[in-house]
Nanobody
């Protein structure tokens, strides 16, 4: 059974860092398209980044300006999002998502590309 469980969220001051974790079961992260999304109150869920199967090729949203880095560990069955230099604009619920295949014509920014989702973890950035 495929499951994704996020953890690591919390409250942090502007300029701080957090590392989010996504524990997966039922598959190895490197065999799937793995992504992080986030959703702020009143806004649509937006893509943060994606790792292609194999674990080497990544896509990030431009707004991140290099502040976020994804990684994965097949042995631990974990998928990570390291975030630094956080600002209040980064406040959101963060979700990990996975898909074993790619929908032709799809985009990694689309929630419909991913069939498996975690429950989300809240990140709050405030002073």
């Amino acid at each position: 059974q495929i499951q994704l469980v996020e953890s690591g969220g919390g409250s942090v001051q502007p300029g701080g860092s957090l590392k989010l974790s996504c524990e997966v079961s039922g598959f190895k992260p490197s065999n799937f398209y793995m992504a992080w999304f986030r959703q702020a109150p009143g806004k649509e869920r937006e893509g943060v980044g994606m790792i292609y199967p194999g674990g080497y090729t990544t896509q990030y949203d431009d707004f991140l300006e290099g502040r976020f880095i994804m990684s994965q560990d097949d042995a631990k069955k974990m998928f990570y999002l390291q975030m630094r230099d956080l600002s209040p604009d980064d406040t959101a619920t963060y979700y990990c998502a996975a898909s074993p295949f790619w929908t032709r014509g799809g985009t990694w920014r689309s929630t419909t590309q991913f069939g498996y989702w975690g429950q989300g973890t809240q990140v709050t950035v405030s002073s």
